[in-house]
């Protein structure tokens, strides 16, 4: 049965930046888009960003388009969140998810349709 775990969560000041990783086992993220949501209790899920299978396309929610990426590294099977210049806004639970042969466009972001979804990890951007 395959499962993904995230890491790379914590408390990050205003301004900073944090690396979110998304690493697969019992499957290879080969053949599948990655995708990654937040939440923060009592609002709704949001699409932060998606990745497609092919790796070729991205698609960032206008939230933080111009201060994320997205990567694969294929080496540790996992996909790689950067973001930069974080606000409070930025706060909240990341989850990661994967589609077979999923692509990366607006309707991505919509959390329906996935295979897999991660646990989640805490991301605080705090003083």
């Known amino acids: 049965q395959g499962r993904l775990v995230e890491s790379g969560g914590g408390l990050v000041q205003p301004g900073g930046s944090l690396r979110l990783s998304c690493a697969a086992a019992?499957?290879?993220?080969?053949?599948?888009?990655i995708s990654w949501f937040r939440q923060v209790p009592g609002k709704p899920r949001e699409g932060v960003s998606c990745l497609s299978s092919s790796g070729n396309a991205v698609y960032f929610a206008d939230s933080v388009k111009g201060r994320a990426t997205m990567s694969k590294d294929h080496a540790k099977n996992a996909v790689i969140l950067q973001m930069n210049s974080l606000n409070t806004e930025d706060t909240g639970i990341y989850y990661c998810?994967?589609?077979?042969?999923?692509?990366?466009?607006?309707?991505?972001?919509?959390?329906?349709?996935?295979?897999?979804w991660g646990q989640g990890t805490q991301v605080t951007v705090s003083r």
């Open positions: 019992g499957f290879t993220l080969d053949y599948y888009a």
């Open positions: 998810a994967t589609q077979y042969r999923g692509s990366a466009t607006e309707s991505c972001l919509d959390g329906k349709g996935y295979d897999f």
